[in-house]
């Protein structure tokens, strides 16, 4: 995790609590990733995507618009469009939210635990924003244009011993913070 930099947006409620310190409403968590995905021809492909890794909005304010505030603040600040993204585990209820606001319906299988949807392949990804990749790479290669990781055909999978499956309940957050 250390390797990896991770963004936190966090939404809060200024009104919320008493001497203005405000509530959180809810947050989103982001970063880059490198992943081998499966286009709609079921090619393997190395890229390097933005990812949502949490969404969250406190159950008693859903349903307000935070949501689609929160998420709207961060593709403008990341600069990217939904169907760029990957999504890590999402729930039905994110699922339904994307298919509501940003009309992503069709999703592409994959093997790993990552949701991605039809679109995805059919802009190049841009790099990661300077601010991601100042701490992976030197600051030439933030100015630099060209994709991350292009796509690319990777050889078929080699079998490998039993994985053990990631539990949710593993996770530990501290808010606020970035990684």
């Known amino acids: 995790m250390q390797s990896n930099r991770h963004v936190v947006y966090i939404l ?3 009104s919320g609590r008493p001497a203005g310190k405000g509530a959180i409403i809810g947050f989103i968590k982001v970063g ?21 890794l949490d969404f969250y909005i406190h159950e008693s304010v859903q ?6 505030e929160l998420f709207q603040y961060m593709l403008q600040k990341e600069r990217v469009e939904p169907h760029q993204l990957a999504i890590d585990r999402p729930s039905q209820k994110l699922l ?3 298919n509501k606001h940003y009309n992503l319906e069709t999703t592409v299988p994959q093997v790993n635990n990552f949701v991605i ?8 990804h841009r790099p990661p924003a300077p601010s991601l990749r100042a701490t992976r790479h030197s600051r030439a290669a933030a100015i630099d244009p060209t994709p991350t990781a292009p ?10 011993g039993d994985i053990k499956p990631y539990s949710s309940s593993d996770r ?3 808010l606020p913070q970035v990684w």
Not at 63 to 68: N, V
Not at 151 to 160: G, N, Q, S
Request: hydrophobic share 35%; net charge positive.
């Open 63 to 68: 349903r307000h618009g935070h949501g689609r």
């Open 151 to 160: 796509a690319r055909k990777l050889p078929p999978k080699r079998a490998e």
């Open 117 to 124: 949807f039809e679109g995805f392949f059919a802009h190049q």
């Open 172 to 174: 530990e957050w501290e």
């Open 96 to 98: 339904k939210f994307l």
């Open 12 to 14: 809060k409620d200024s």
């Open 32 to 52: 880059y990733k490198k992943l081998f995905v499966l286009d709609d021809r079921e090619a393997h492909n190395e890229v390097e995507p933005l990812c949502i």
